[in-house]
């Protein structure tokens, strides 16, 4: 399994940025995917969830203004970041956690960064 995340880059506070990740293989649609975030010397902190019977976690500091969903068919998940502010500055990795083997796959991450 391969996960490709794009989409990051630098916005003004206030701004929105969408980030897409698209997975190989043939794990997905049993598979509960999230996006992570992660700044340097930190530990990586999820920022929200969607498992693949569609539930939807957020991590309180983004609930409100963050969107995930995914697309089976097209084996992508993606998170929509409205409002984005200074504080959301961070590297963002998707992940794919299958629901046979229960093994957690990393994508390589994109920078998000937001100015104030």
């Known amino acids: 399994v391969q996960l490709q995340a794009s989409g990051g880059g630098l916005v003004q506070a206030g701004g929105s940025l969408r980030l897409s990740c698209a997975a190989s293989?043939?794990?997905?649609?049993?598979?509960?995917t999230a996006w992570y975030r992660q700044v340097p010397g930190k530990q990586r902190d999820l920022v929200a969830l969607?498992?693949?019977?569609?539930?939807?976690d957020y991590a309180s500091p983004v609930r409100g203004r963050f969107v995930i969903s995914r697309d089976n068919s097209k084996k992508t998940v993606t998170l929509q970041m409205d409002s984005l502010k200074p504080e959301d500055t961070a590297r963002y990795f998707c992940?794919?956690?299958?629901?046979?083997?229960?093994?957690?796959?990393w994508g390589q991450g994109t920078q998000v960064t937001v100015s104030s």
């Open positions: 969607i498992t693949w019977l569609g539930t939807i």
């Open positions: 992940s794919l956690r299958s629901g046979t083997s229960g093994r957690t796959y």
């Open positions: 293989g043939s794990i997905f649609d049993n598979s509960d």
